[in-house]
T-cell receptor, first 113, second 117 residues
């Protein structure tokens, strides 16, 4: 079965720096990979989706890369702000159309001012 | 954007009672909804896939008689935790595929924190 690893449980950086979060998967290559943000006691909120044939996707201060050879995605937040502090989840499709997503444990990012 | 409303946000109940959680898609029709459970500092674990008008599909290890799912309309799915016990205490989250009925992007409810005494 597919396993997702987000290498850091927690990441602490200073305001203005770039945060880089890693997501690795172990089995089949998904058709797409997604990143969500989750605040304490709340449901996840969709941020970005990147397809297997895309190497990079950007949205404002966010950037996602997808390397199917390494089975890895990197998630970057540039010019980080304290408001970016949250848990970021990597999610993959389960290999069949119309099925749910599976999630990593997440990386909790803390941005200090 | 698509909005998924989940109610209640939190509930405290006595052991042995049943709790119903509602999940509604407010501005779109959701043929399929997904129920997840999340323990502290853990990933979201899929419990079941709920399809409108048919029986839910449960993941391995999830008791279908304990976690009753009903998806009677295109905008409402409910999860009932029957005879709840302290080990059922968790954060339950529903989600739905967006208006285009693909699973590429999921919209999540705000979650329900269940505490069983």
């Amino acid at each position: 079965s597919q396993k997702i690893e987000q290498n850091s449980e927690a990441l602490n950086i200073q305001e203005g720096k770039t945060a880089t979060l890693t997501c690795n998967y172990t089995n089949y290559s998904p058709a797409y990979l997604q990143w969500y943000r989750q605040d304490p006691g709340r449901g996840p909120v969709f941020l970005l989706l990147i397809r297997e044939n895309e190497k990079e996707k950007r949205k404002e201060r966010l950037k996602v890369t997808f390397d199917t050879t390494l089975k890895q995605s990197l998630f970057h937040i540039t010019a980080s702000q304290p408001a970016d502090s949250a848990t970021y989840l990597c999610a993959l499709d389960m290999g069949q159309a119309g099925t749910a997503l599976i999630f990593g444990k997440g990386t909790t990012l803390s941005v200090s001012s | 954007g698509a909005v998924v409303s989940q109610h209640p946000s939190w509930v405290i109940c006595k052991s042995g009672t049943s709790v119903k959680i509602e999940c509604r898609s407010l501005d779109f029709q959701a043929t399929t909804m997904f129920w997840y459970r999340q323990f502290p500092k853990q990933s979201l674990m899929l419990m079941a896939t709920s399809n409108e008008g048919s029986k839910a599909t449960y993941e391995q290890g999830v008791e279908k008689d304990k976690f009753l799912i009903n998806h009677a309309s295109l905008t409402l799915s409910t999860l009932t935790v029957t005879s709840a016990h302290p080990e059922d205490s968790s954060f339950y989250i529903c989600s739905a595929s967006g208006p285009r009925a693909t699973n590429e992007k999921l919209f999540f409810g705000s979650g329900t924190q269940l505490s069983v005494l």
